[in-house]
């Protein structure tokens, strides 16, 4: 909602400055130019990029507008889920706990978190790294690693949308001259006309440099930073994911564990000791509507 408002209160004021001063807003409104530029951007952008990084673009700016990134509740789950796996390591024979890792849409524990279990990436990350803590055999510092790499890899994907549109917004004040330039085109096969027409057809070209450069420093190079927050926020939850189970790797208890993931969580969502204490050891796994409530 927040990028919503803020993308009308850029426009709002800028198209009331206009008419505040004097300005018909109607001179501005040249359809064919928006064309102009907005064709040429998309075109660019579709060539740029690969078709992966092209579909992505829509899901990565609908989280942009609306803002889906995980929340405290979203956090809890998975602390509860590490929680519970981690026991299930300490405690449980490993033929019992790689029930829950080949089949996590059977299993009880990921049944009960989930926040956590219809994010495919997540569950796979988790159910990965955790039978590799079934092999024993595996340091640490190599997990870590692994981990590391993965995590950067998967960062790296996501922010493709966010270099794409930041390259988009790079162009557009240059398509839009290009679109003035053709306009400046048509206005000199008029150069017989009127003064007062004339000046009309002028006019109307340096609309293509106004919105180019409207566009892009005022709707999409916000918008491709709102991006990449976005996505940051999301991949938050694999370094969470991470420090946990290395936590557990160096001999940590669950608790302490969880600990470690939740120190991991930032500060604006980061639920406090006791509330993750609620949620992992004193009591079952809650529901999502418990979980509302708290938050």
């Not at 299930?88 to 009880?108: A, F, I, Q, T």
Request: glycine residues 8%; aromatic residues 8%.
């Amino acid at each position: 909602m927040g990028v919503i408002i803020g993308l009308l209160t850029a426009m709002v004021c800028v198209a009331g400055g206009f008419w505040a001063m004097g300005g018909h807003l109607m001179v501005v409104w040249q359809p064919f130019e928006f064309i102009i530029v907005g064709g040429a951007a998309i075109g660019a952008f579709i060539v740029a990029n690969p078709a992966r990084v092209v579909m992505d673009t829509a899901g990565a700016v609908r989280d942009a507008l609306f803002a889906r990134e995980p929340r405290q509740e979203d956090y809890l789950s998975l602390l509860g889920l590490l929680f519970a796996l981690t026991r299930e390591l300490r405690s449980k024979p490993r033929n019992e706990v790689e029930s829950h890792l080949d089949r996590p849409d059977e299993s009880e524990i990921f049944k009960a978190y989930p926040r956590v279990a219809r994010d495919q990436e997540l569950t796979l990350f988790i159910c990965d790294y955790v039978r590799l803590l079934l092999v024993g055999n595996a340091r640490p510092y190599e997990i870590e690693a692994l981990m590391e790499e993965e995590i950067a890899t998967h960062r790296g994907d996501k922010l493709k949308v966010y270099f794409a549109l930041m390259n988009m917004a790079d162009g557009l004040p240059a398509l839009g001259i290009v679109a003035a330039i053709l306009g400046i085109v048509k206005a000199m096969g008029a150069l017989d006309q009127s003064p007062a027409l004339l000046g009309s057809l002028i006019g109307s070209a340096l609309v293509g440099t106004f919105t180019g450069i409207l566009v892009s420093y005022s709707v999409v190079a916000p918008l491709a930073n709102k991006v990449k927050t976005t996505r940051e926020a999301q991949a938050r939850v694999f370094i969470i994911v991470k420090q946990t189970l290395l936590a557990f790797m160096n001999g940590a208890l669950p608790q302490i564990a969880v600990e470690h993931g939740r120190k991991a969580i930032t500060a604006a969502y980061r639920p406090t000791i006791d509330e993750v204490e609620n949620a992992t050891i004193t009591g079952a796994p809650r529901s999502e509507s418990a979980l509302r409530e708290a938050a």
